[in-house]
């Protein structure tokens, strides 16, 4: 059974960080593009930042490029999402999710899903 788990999340007042965690059973994440999207309420999902497949090349939203930093560690089977610099607006549900693609470009059809860890930024 291939399944996905967030971690991480939580309640952190502005300008704090938090690390989010996927982690992966069932399969080896270092196979597969890893996506962290997010879901604010009220508003449609978005594409946060991913990470490749094939040589790990990562790529960031605007809105979080300079304050959040994806990685994997392979041993682990777990991909990361580490924010600095948090804002209020950076509340959501965060959401990993997994693409058996082979290629240097991330942003595509993710076929696996975790359930969302939720993070919450307020004072």
């Known amino acids: 059974q291939l399944q996905l788990v967030e971690s991480g999340g939580g309640l952190v007042q502005p300008g704090g960080s938090l690390r989010l965690s996927c982690t992966a059973s069932?399969?080896?994440?270092?196979?597969?593009?890893i996506g962290w999207f997010r879901q604010a309420p009220g508003k449609e999902r978005e594409g946060v930042s991913c990470?490749?497949?094939?040589?790990?090349?990562?790529y960031y939203a605007d809105s979080v490029k300079g304050r959040f930093t994806i990685s994997r560690d392979n041993a682990k089977n777990t991909v990361y999402l580490q924010m600095n610099s948090l804002k209020p607006e950076d509340t959501a549900v965060y959401y990993c999710?997994?693409?058996?693609?082979?290629?240097?470009?991330?942003?595509?059809?993710?076929?696996?899903w975790g359930q969302g860890t939720q993070v919450t930024v307020s004072s």
């Open positions: 999710a997994a693409a058996g693609v082979r290629s240097s470009w991330c942003w595509v059809l993710y076929d696996y």
């Open positions: 069932g399969f080896t994440l270092d196979n597969y593009a």
């Open positions: 990470i490749s497949s094939s040589d790990d090349s990562t």
